[in-house]
């Protein structure tokens, strides 16, 4: 039977009240303890105007009352839009006009004086109530009273709009993407079936939470009933390395991996001291390269390591086991619980693909999004009839594993051979002192475009263009070898860690 991920909370705290639910640096929470913030919060949202269907913009944090504020905004019949916490209060403007927003809730006054719905200031907002009592009554109905205040809350429907996400613009102008609640919950199964998650761990979860990666990893903890600890990020190693030393028998961690990278860089191979308390490691929302692979492998033997395959607008379509399956260069895995891959020519005719006769990857099931909030054109040219078209060029194996090659947008073409850029990183992430990099397109007179490598090196190294190429030479076709070669302090990446490979296209523009 469906639910939605309010009802589980509320569940949880009436079965086991006293489990802690959820978990950072300055507090943690247990499940009576969330329901109740949670009913709070619907009242207080209820009373200021959210009610059914109401678009709401928060600005986000890494905090529990971010939570709260989410799962309030849900129960009070809301749809969640989140921003970027350093987001300016152009951008919060922008936004509601973008999505139509009822109501903004941040601190910044003067959004209030340019935007015309209802205006809540975050700093007032109340999770406390003198609640007499948090329960589960029939029909599906949470009654809860704060003082002489009485609020019937029903929880949300299945294919009630659920959250709006913002995509991180990498490969364009950013989009608003809903969800219904249906697809909210199809993803964090397919995350807790994917994953295998056992009953007692605690989830670290260091991704920003108005992303939809690490929230949907939030979820999906609050649905299975474990504790979820969160995390501000990865660049302080000292508060990476104290959540996983959190007193509890087993720990997962949901790391993307530019986090993965990030890890290497600032702490070496220092995760292999946990070997023996982390049970498994999840990511997504990057192409993983293979060096950071096998080097994870090699420090976590005993652990359960997947790569999972998705986007916003269609979420965890396909789940890899690489330390069970180990070599697979480009596999994310096979589908999962709630999705189909489907491999499209440019038509969007369903082929036979092979490594040899690649197409683009389509995904089919309830984990896809109803669509781009207020663009049906933008909607219909990538989703048609339940089935999502990515930009993603791929293929499916004879055992049903999933490869991908690259992204459209981001092949280079260099004299008509097309080079995907992933393909070049991960060859040089095997380069002894090589930190980091991104491959990049740069006009060339003869080719159109050729190849240039960008790299980070280790403190004190020095950058031997021709070793470094003869390198590539032995490890790739000749014509994916780079033919230009910078040292630079750090790569650009977006805000959750990717490669920005939009800034530099704009650069060389």
Known sequence: MWKSIEEYVFEHAADTPDKTALITKEREVSYLRLADEVSSCAAFLRKKGVDR???????????????????GIHLAGGVVTALESTVSADGIVQAAQAVGADVVICDDLSVNERYSGQFLDSRELSFEGDNTGVWKADGGTILFRAGSDGFDFTFPGKAEPGNIYFTTGTTGASKGVEVSHGSLFAVTENLIYGCSYPEEFVHLVPGPLNHANPIRNVAASLVNGNACYILNGMMNMRDFYGALEYPCERVSCC????????????????????????????????????????????????????????????????????????????????????????????????IA???????????????????????????????????????????????????????????????GLKVAPAEVEEAALTYEGLEDCICVGVEDRITGKALKLLVVLREGMALDKRDLRQYLSSRLELYKVPQFYEQVDQIKRTFNGKLDRKAYRQELM
């Open 53 to 71: 269907g109401s678009i709401v913009i928060v600005k986000s944090s890494q905090t529990i009352e971010y939570i709260v504020l989410n799962l």
């Open 255 to 350: 790391l993307p991996p530019p986090y993965v990278r990030i890890l290497f860089m600032l702490s070496g191979d220092k995760i292999g001291e946990y070997a023996d308390k982390i049970d498994f490691i999840v990511s997504s929302t990057a192409p993983f390269p293979e060096p950071d692979k096998e080097r994870l492998c090699r420090l976590l033997p005993s652990s359960r390591l997947y790569n999972s395959y998705g986007s916003s607008e269609s979420g965890v379509v396909c789940m890899y086991s690489y330390q069970e399956h180990p070599g697979l260069a480009g596999c994310v895995g096979r589908e999962t619980r709630n999705s189909q891959v489907l491999i499209v020519d440019d038509e969007r005719k369903e």
């Open 353 to 415: 693909s092979s490594a040899g006769h690649p197409g683009l990857i389509a995904c089919r099931g309830p984990i896809n999004m109803t669509g781009y909030v207020n663009e049906p054109e933008l909607t219909a040219q990538y989703f048609q009839d339940g089935t999502f078209y990515t930009n993603d060029i791929g293929y499916k194996d004879e055992n049903g594993f999933v490869y991908i090659l690259g992204r459209k947008g981001d092949v280079i073409n260099v004299g």
